[in-house]
């Protein structure tokens, strides 16, 4: 029998976004800044694009680890928001263990700062619990590639599956037609390339 | 007891090219542009010089993706050609699916841009209804290499083999002597390296 | 003598903006494309900002090359736009350069793509009739580092000197008193670093 | 069921530095000199300030190997020092075995140098005695990045934890308020980063 | 008075290509093979479109350094071909220089393997007898990035322009009026990017 | 129960070395050239040192493949050496297996070029009839780090072990006493950086 | 006659240090930060070992910019200290120009925090006013190599001699007999590789 | 007027090899230590080949900046050896720059470890007594690409030539016939593609 295709599906997908905090980005090293900014946001909008249930947490943040960054909050004004009082494994708090559990979803979508630590720990307790765990690797940042490439490697022998911000939309998408106007305005946004392909594409057609 | 040694074979095996399209190449940034073209022509040329059956698909081609790139659909006039209407994974659309299952072949070979979904979607799919999955990975491109590293964990994971153009035509030849002079032709075309020990080779032995 | 220090001035400076239009973008891969398209946002936010003279022009935008990305468009509303019809070296159209001289400006800011063509060929030529260059490298993109190296030495061993665009903007503005809150927005909205170092302040600060 | 998160827990853990001799740090070159010096005292702080076992262990260390630097002994004046006589792998030495057994812990933490020989061999060596591994990646160093990642490839394939010093403190700290000072002075000391935010943070706050 | 823009000029230039034999050709590694192959390709032909007197030298082409490869003499028939029979610098060859004088053009564009040897020493040598050189620094080689930095920097401190193809390319022809149709062809035989900006306008234009 | 150090033991092994011929060794370019001409010494050096069975094998070595390399040839003037006169997986010549069976060993030594056909091919072919497979990365090569990222991904996920020469000379030698002097002249004469620390070594204790 | 050569001499010498605040030092990414804390406090360890008039400047230190980094200010306690009010150019601000004309010294050695900018400005207007300039181009940084190669190049262009940390405790130490283990200590402290040199030799001397 | 070129002629140039000693050498990080090996033997061989008089020289060999390396000793038995008793440049020893003058040559090629110090300064030194400097950039090592770059930039500010020790050889030899098999053999023993090319070449036309 073939490999089962742990597939996303939006139905079944909550986003969990932990410890993008203005003080920890600075810590970020393995991906430069004006990327990472950009990848973390378009995870943001494309959980909001899905209407992902989505969650927030920090860790300490009246300390140097500083403030969740505005640009996040803004966009989930909803959103549980848990500010941990000290677990460094959010897991470990309870209220966002709960929180988690009551989306009701069974795939964790996970990203945050540093990837060894607030992404794989969290990741790790929810395999553990038989979540499905898919990191968005890119919106994910840590000291340098070097602890990048450890922290994946200790969460995918535990069965977590890489993802990117980008193959996570195409795979929660599946189709165009659902709403081509919506994803092409998603890519348009937060990959250059894509947005010239667009302009050239639109100049061209514009009379037609 | 040994694990198998699952080789490709030329009699088992099938060509998928998706999405090799005009507009999304200018995505593909993992591999320099020069060596990508030349790769994923390579392919197309020992898919050709095996006479594989191949099928050629392409997403949104009336869009900013672009046309499928000239030179791939000038080598394969007669292949299946599936111009998927929104489908992201290729797997989802019937038509593909249909066309790979009439091959008759169990080991797919496939490449596609851009990786962590045009190539990575598919290949999970095909694994999981239990065909063998060979990633010709250096014809495969996407946004860079974090992002390539992460799709081919994935894919991995699954059960695919990572491959290269290159290995993929070795192992389907076999024995130089089934035709000496076509693979040698075939490597002439698409390894300048090689193509120069084969000019110093017949100078040298140009008279003999 | 000492050498002089031959330094931007808002008063004696225009910026030329060259070529970043839709197509030739997809041929920049010295620098990432987030980085990129941040760089030349960020040249172009100055140069409003510092008010400076600023003069668009294209490279033959009905063909392949495409449209200027219409971001630069939009800033620059009643700027001098020349769209060359077949000149490569903007300094070779009449329309541009009268424009530049009718700035009455001494001091250009040139950037474009790519770099070693639609940036140096301009530079060399406004560097025989005695401007002084000012290149700013980072909003310059071509297609990969040793180009760009290349074009680098030409220019500087013509007199032209290398700036980055946030050097540009510190050297124009001088002394952060002259609008500190017009400064630090302008880092703030292209430089994440400084954005999450006023985010912390701005937090740690709120009560006081 | 979900995999087990076999995670550090303080009470079980032991930590075993391989190998760290003024001769041997010669040939470590996948890290820069400045930064694993840091890596490594990083961790034989933490492992001090969790007050875990440790074991110390050379090799050959009157020969061209030289001595254990002396910043490591003088941390860890009391703890096992095992000089092994000729052992390459320091699971060979019966007294160091003993020595780890002696801890009573089955969660071994180790770093050496280099990392293909003297971490894997007893990382290896204790996972089939069925002791947990987490190899402090950054700690570790050897030849080139790719001695190390064929090192890995092998540690992991066998069970063994990829870590850094960073995610092994997090790990084994668990919650902040368990000692929010102890863990701020060990980040401050080994991450320059960190300890700028705590400046900032501290000079803000200091009226407060 | 400004700096003189010594520019290229299709009237007063003639190319050097120095030693692209194919067993020096394994020495080089500053390029990756297939780039390299199509950079030396597309300032043989843009020599050929531009209409250049081109001259042909190779060093020892008998013994292990191998015959010019064939693309490029089959390309030039007719041009001025002196195999050397010992002299590393090709200027200290009476017929090369020879060659090069009837040529009556004083701009001499040069490209070569390797870089530091073929490459510089006769540039040195134009350079002292009043030559304008033009090195293309992508159509020539070496064995590795420090080597090449070293002898740009001695060319560029005697005076040596230095260029890639398609700058040279871009001087030489002013104005895309002169040949819309011939140069978009160099350019899309030797710019897969640019060639698929070529598809993709083509087809949306198609109907036009 | 933990897991199976599955340890090279110098009865045991046996050393193939695939296709280390003039001609192919052109193509390797993920490893400089002095350090692949180092390891690849180094290992057929611990070969001869530890007194293993050894194979030698080309392919194809009257054509631009070339000679195996004389070095090679001269150190093992008597091991097996199978000219295959097509089958580009050594596994498929009958007589290398049966040399390759002769030797009683279960444990195979694998290196090459390049490494995802002449590695990949016959360590994927010895995995499957049962033998312990150990590829020595850094004496097999390739044409780039992404290719060889996809043969060590793929002859990972089949069980062979991924050691380095100076890992293999480590684990097969078990400890220093066994000789000494043996150990340190391989080290010294392949190793730089540990020739220079018995050279210091032994002149500051020469008096001694 | 030969080039003078423009030599550190330890009684002509003051040292500038600009910049190296707690925010600002974030945005630094062309050094690694355990490297580049390193290298900052190395200069001004030498500063204070060469009893060298040291000068401390910093822009905006009650904002974002972030309070001098400690270990600087601790060092030197007596130090002329500038504040700048909002001159980001130091060289724009009166007390900076007379505190470093009052040290009487015509070489100036300087760093800062960003290179471009906080570096290059009082460099460029310091060689204006004859100053012979010295950049410890190791304990400047800025946000990346591009960044860093268009700075050096404009201030190696007005004349500015790049160094080292290291190579400007070289120059101006002259020779190790003034005070061989002062010298030594400095290179200890801030040399890993150094550090472990003299461990070696310390430990095989002891007994002589 | 053309630039006149320097050129080196076997006649009227010296070596100087500075520091290449047993414990500075673990400093050198900027090449790979295989590779630097090579370079400096290489160099060293070519000294001997061309029969230049050559200089040692070493910096305070009995502590721990270890001896000189005794291959490069071995090679030159009766060539001027200066044990420099303290003096970091060694054009600060009179003994050197006697030495140095005793030779008669104008022309000094030089390498040595460190390159911004002990090759910079004697350099620097030399340049200004109106020697003509030629340094050999890749027989010269350093911590780290970042101070080799200053380095290079502060000589060739000052007039130094950059050469490789193959640019070194090439300059020097001028034409093949005046010793085919002493240059060639040369170039055997230390560019292992170059050896691949002449044993391919030798074996095709053994029989010829």
Redesign the interface.
């Known amino acids: 029998?073939?490999?089962?295709?742990n597939?996303l599906n939006k139905d079944d997908a909550a986003v969990l976004l932990v410890d993008h905090q203005?003080?920890l980005?600075?810590?970020v090293?393995d991906?430069?800044?004006?990327?990472?900014?950009?990848n973390v946001m378009a995870l943001a909008d494309l959980a909001k694009y899905f209407n992902l249930p989505t969650i927030l947490t920090t860790?300490?943040e009246d300390?140097?680890?500083?403030?969740l960054?505005?640009e996040l909050k803004a966009l989930f004004p909803d959103a549980p928001y848990i500010a941990r009082?000290?677990?460094?494994?959010a897991w470990?708090n309870e209220d966002f263990v709960k929180a988690v559990k009551a989306t009701g979803k069974k795939q964790l979508i996970i990203a945050g700062v540093?990837t060894?630590?607030c992404v794989?720990?969290p990741a790790?307790?929810?395999?553990?619990?038989?979540?499905d765990v898919f990191v968005v690797?890119?919106a994910s940042g840590t000291?340098?590639p070097?602890?990048r490439?450890?922290?994946?490697?200790?969460m995918?022998?535990?069965?977590a599956?890489?993802?990117?911000w980008?193959?996570t939309a195409?795979?929660l998408?599946?189709?165009?037609?659902?709403d081509?106007e919506g994803l092409?305005a998603l890519f348009s946004k937060h990959?250059?390339?894509?947005r010239?392909?667009?302009?050239?594409?639109n100049?061209?057609?514009a009379g037609k």
Not at 85 to 89: A, C, D, K, V
């Open positions: 029998m073939g490999k089962q295709y597939r203005a003080g980005l600075s810590l090293r991906i430069e800044p004006d990327k990472f900014n950009n860790s300490f300390g140097p680890n500083g403030p960054i505005p009082p000290g677990q460094i494994n470990d540093v060894e630590v794989a720990f790790l307790s929810a395999l553990e619990e038989d979540f690797t890119d000291f340098d070097l602890t490439d450890a922290a994946w490697d200790r995918s022998a535990a069965g599956q890489l993802m990117t980008f193959g195409c795979e998408h599946r189709d165009w037609r659902n081509v092409a990959i250059p390339d894509y010239n392909l667009m302009t050239s594409y100049t061209l057609t």
